[in-house]
């Protein structure tokens, strides 16, 4: 059956929850092993008699599309050889897991888990380099163990340390029954040890992770239902809005074209407070919390510096330099000001009055913002005091429009900074009529329930 170019989601929602599955099955938390599920997958593919449209190389016995190396060099690759090295792969790990010597197999290591590490490795050695289990090189081993070990794999960090003793001993094994000769059984074992230190090193950076097993890892962590289709479809929806599956890695930088949204997403994104708070993960200028490190006052009129109110303040700040840049058409900025500066410039002006003062933006005072502005006019001028004098009295009306400072605060702020005479503050509207306390309300409700 021929696959419309629709159906391509279908097929990225599928890799994504096949590697899911697979990660959960490695770690036990579902009631299947890693056999039973690619089974499953096959049973699926030839159900629906579907292939990839996007890969040349459609073979899917293993419940994976084989993306195989057609580099000149290497002998052609053929089915069959393919289909026999899985074979015997299957085979040789049935009869170890009911030899004697499984019961002697290092701790922690299960069928499951050698027939997935030995399977894998058979698949992408021949795929990779041609090699079959008994013709492999440093090569090949080395590739695969720091290549698609750490790149596809999906398995929790711990387990890679329990590759080598794995393999050591199965090898061990599969040569004292005369199926791999001897000599190249412990030259294996050498490449193996020799392979792990980087193999584990690499595992601990999910730079070196593929899109799926990192999306795969993510759904996992943030609790997605992968059973739900519509949760899945949101999640990836949420993934590409902010700047697709290159977000979720670690390193990520924001360009400014993220932030070119039409009008209704940015709304959209506005209103959502969750929305707004993973953009600002990604567009944090400073992700490695150096503003922790910087100077700042370990207590101040009965107020003392801490951890955990900083985070939440820069936090506040990054999200109100968002907002700012967001709905930039209701604000003036300084001129050719890109979404990265506008944010950066808000959170550090956010970050140094926590810093000096220890206040949070509810909390600014009307005499820091007339020693700012005075400061700002004898010590800046040009384009740098134009610059100022156009972004605090934004980020003022900004934090005023979105409820974090009241009218009054963002009126009284304003005018200090400019040093303008400061609005005097309104005085309660007397209330007319006759006032009760809430004594005497309670009292009325109830004698209006008995009639």
Known sequence: ????????????????????????????????????????????????????????????????????????????????IAVNIERYTREWVDAYAESSDWHSRPNGIDKAFISMILSNLAKWAYDDY???????TKTAITGVMTGQFVSDLSKEPESYKLIAPALSHFLTYIAKQGWLNEKRASDYKRFIAAAVPDMIQLSRDQDNFSPLKLLAMKMH?????????????????????????????????????MLDMPPEEVREITKHSEQLRRLAEIYDPDPDQNYLNSDHLPEFE??????????????QGVQAGLRLWLNRQDYKLPKNWNA??????????????????LLKPTEWPVPSFRDFGEWARSGQSGEHLAA?????????????????????????????????????ASKPKKVKGKVISLKQARKLLKNKKRH
């Open 340 to 357: 990265v500066r506008v944010v950066q410039n808000v959170s550090d002006f956010v970050d140094l009055h926590y810093a000096q003062a």
């Open 302 to 315: 009965n107020r003392r510096w801490r951890k955990k109110t900083a985070i939440a303040v820069h936090a």
């Open 221 to 257: 962590e943030d609790g997605v239902d992968i059973t739900d289709e519509k949760a899945v479809q949101a999640y990836i929806t949420k993934v590409n809005q902010n700047g697709g599956i290159d977000s979720l890695y670690d390193d990520y930088e924001a360009d400014d074209s």
């Open 1 to 80: 059956m021929q696959i419309p170019i629709q159906s391509k989601f279908f097929w990225i929602s599928f890799d994504i929850i096949s590697e899911l599955l697979r990660y959960l099955a490695d770690t036990n938390k579902i009631g299947i092993n890693k056999r039973n599920l690619e089974e499953m997958f096959v049973e699926f593919q030839e159900y629906t008699d579907a292939d990839d449209p996007d890969e040349e190389i459609k073979e899917m016995y293993t419940g994976k599309l084989r993306h195989v190396s057609t580099d000149s060099w290497l002998p052609e690759w053929k089915e069959y």
């Open 388 to 424: 100022t004098n156009q972004l605090i009295p934004s980020l003022l009306a900004e934090l005023t429009d979105d409820g974090t400072l009241t009218r009054e605060q963002g009126k009284q702020l304003t005018a200090a900074f400019f040093g303008k005479a400061i609005p005097k």
């Open 130 to 136: 041609r090699k079959t289990p008994k013709s492999r």
